[in-house]
């Protein structure tokens, strides 16, 4: 039997735009999606997915998920009429949108089989293989979720002159974060088409809002160097205003937002997609973490406590 993992993730800014060159901000979290793949008799391969959900998840993506399986086993040169398996998912990670979870999926299902079948694939090809079953997920993927989920870490990723971008950012200790979930689960296909909508209405303010939150991501991995978290935090806000009249957040992310700097946080905004998924708010110091999540959970949202930047 073999098994892998891949790490949930948030993307503190550039959720929505690496595709057109923006710069991310992304961190792995510390949850987790384990897979495990084993021979059995018959023929083709059968799924048991036991990761919990945010209600109604798995069903809403479960024809995406097997399209996703089908294309990792097809890009591996895994033949389950001669070789079927049982693939099981598990894991500490929520199944929701906006934390990886397509991602975290496809790099521990990459991972299982890679073991289970001794192909030897390096953690480069690993990732390679996961972003092609992120296709069935995002039409095209932009590669951040996969990277994030596979390699750990904090990092900037920009896609640039058809390459990929990866700098690690060096932070001076973990900072808390929350993680709220909206309880809607939204479509990163059809938020790729809004997004696209939203250039051809009125394509000088489109460019103008983009190089606007490249300009942020920079100064964000700026502050988070310098340890100057309320700037962080200050921009992230901010970044959140934009997505709004874009059209990308939705009333429970803004409500949930709210709350959370109404406790304090110094920054908070969507992560992931939009139009749904989660939101993370700034929390740096436990005192500070646990005070947001009291406040978010007293309103019955499901609720992640992290940290950014932390050893995985």
């Given at each position: 039997m073999?098994?892998?993992?891949?790490?949930?993730?948030?993307?503190?800014?550039?959720?929505?735009?690496?595709?057109?060159?923006?710069?991310?901000?992304?961190?792995?979290?510390?949850?987790?999606?384990?897979?495990?793949?084993?021979?059995?008799?018959?023929?083709?391969?059968?799924?048991?997915?036991?990761?919990?959900?945010?209600?109604?998840?798995?069903?809403?993506?479960?024809?995406?998920?097997?399209?996703s399986i089908?294309?990792?086993?097809?890009?591996?040169k895994?033949?389950?009429?001669?070789?079927?398996?049982?693939?099981?998912?598990?894991?500490?990670?929520?199944?929701?949108?906006?934390?990886?979870?397509?991602?975290?999926s496809?790099?521990?299902l990459?991972?299982a089989?890679?073991?289970?079948?001794?192909?030897?694939?390096?953690?480069d090809?690993?990732?390679?293989?996961?972003?092609?079953?992120?296709?069935?997920?995002?039409?095209?993927?932009?590669?951040?979720?996969?990277?994030?989920?596979?390699?750990?870490?904090?990092?900037?990723?920009q896609?640039?002159?058809?390459?990929?971008?990866?700098?690690?950012?060096?932070?001076?200790?973990?900072?808390e974060?929350v993680?709220?979930?909206?309880?809607?689960?939204?479509?990163?296909?059809?938020?790729?088409?809004?997004v696209?909508?939203?250039?051809?209405?009125?394509?000088?303010?489109?460019?103008?809002?983009?190089k606007?939150?490249?300009?942020?991501?920079l100064e964000?991995?700026?502050g988070?160097?310098?340890?100057?978290?309320?700037?962080?935090?200050?921009?992230?806000?901010?970044?959140?205003?934009?997505?709004?009249?874009?059209?990308?957040?939705?009333?429970?992310?803004?409500?949930?937002?709210?709350?959370?700097?109404?406790?304090?946080?110094?920054?908070?905004?969507l992560?992931?997609?939009?139009?749904?998924?989660?939101?993370?708010?700034?929390?740096?110091?436990?005192?500070?973490?646990?005070?947001?999540?009291?406040?978010?959970?007293?309103?019955?949202?499901?609720?992640?406590?992290?940290n950014?930047?932390?050893?995985?």
């Amino acid at each position: 039997m073999g098994s892998g993992t891949g790490f949930g993730k948030t993307i503190l800014i550039g959720d929505q735009f690496v595709l057109r060159g923006v710069p991310a901000i992304v961190s792995s979290i510390p949850y987790e999606t384990v897979a495990t793949v084993e021979r059995i008799d018959g023929e083709g391969w059968i799924l048991e997915d036991n990761r919990v959900e945010v209600p109604g998840y798995k069903e809403q993506k479960k024809a995406k998920q097997i399209q996703s399986i089908n294309r990792i086993l097809e890009v591996m040169k895994i033949d389950v009429r001669k070789n079927p398996v049982k693939i099981t998912f598990g894991g500490t990670l929520l199944a929701g949108s906006g934390v990886g979870a397509s991602a975290a999926s496809c790099v521990s299902l990459a991972r299982a089989l890679n073991e289970e079948f001794g192909l030897g694939l390096s953690i480069d090809e690993i990732n390679q293989v996961a972003w092609e079953g992120e296709f069935a997920y995002h039409g095209t993927p932009s590669g951040v979720d996969n990277t994030a989920s596979c390699y750990g870490g904090l990092m900037l990723y920009q896609l640039k002159d058809d390459q990929k971008i990866i700098e690690r950012v060096q932070i001076a200790r973990p900072i808390e974060v929350v993680l709220a979930n909206s309880g809607v689960t939204a479509d990163t296909a059809a938020l790729n088409g809004l997004v696209e909508r939203e250039k051809e209405r009125d394509p000088a303010l489109f460019s103008k809002r983009l190089k606007t939150i490249a300009e942020q991501a920079l100064e964000v991995k700026k502050g988070l160097e310098a340890n100057d978290l309320k700037k962080v935090g200050g921009i992230l806000s901010e970044n959140h205003e934009i997505l709004i009249d874009m059209g990308l957040s939705h009333e429970k992310l803004i409500y949930l937002c709210d709350l959370a700097l109404e406790k304090g946080a110094l920054g908070a905004k969507l992560t992931g997609g939009g139009m749904g998924g989660y939101m993370v708010a700034l929390t740096p110091g436990k005192d500070l973490q646990e005070r947001v999540v009291t406040a978010i959970e007293k309103e019955g949202f499901a609720v992640i406590r992290a940290n950014v930047g932390g050893e995985v």
